[in-house]
């Protein structure tokens, strides 16, 4: 489901807002700064915005895993796409940390030692 959100949310509700969010989407196409993404940073929240010089920069040195662009205008496919990706690196983040967590590879281990224990 897509909740879009015009109005101003007031500071004390910010992050009921941004924890909630799946996806913070900034639709300027023009910017010279955002607090939001930034903002979006800080709760580590993926955002996806216009693809300009500005928000190249930011993503370059601050958010290559949160930060997504778009060209041209927004619209349904490019926020679906977006929430896609995010997803597909979710579950790839997940597998990895549940394939090769340390509690895993602890288990592996003893299992192995007791199998080698008892083919003596």
Same mark, same amino acid.
């Given at each position: 489901? =897509? ?9 004390? +509700? ?14 300027? +196409? ?6 939001? =993404? ?23 040195? !601050? ?20 929430? !896609?990706?995010?997803?597909?690196? !979710?579950? =790839? ?9 340390? +509690? ?17």
């Amino acid at each position: 489901m =897509i909740k879009i959100i015009t109005k101003h949310i007031p500071d004390n +509700k910010l992050q009921v807002y941004f924890k909630s969010a799946n996806l913070i989407i900034s639709p300027y +196409k023009e910017v010279l700064n955002s607090g939001l =993404i930034f903002l979006s940073l800080t709760f580590k929240k993926p955002i996806l915005v216009p693809n300009t010089k500005t928000f190249k920069e930011i993503k370059k040195d !601050n958010g290559k895993n949160l930060i997504y662009m778009y060209h041209g205008s927004i619209n349904k496919s490019k926020i679906e796409k977006t929430l !896609n990706e995010i997803k597909r690196k !979710n579950k =790839i983040k997940y597998l990895s940390h549940s394939i090769m967590s340390w +509690k895993k590879i602890a288990i592996l281990t003893i299992d192995a030692y007791k199998e080698v224990l008892n083919a003596k």
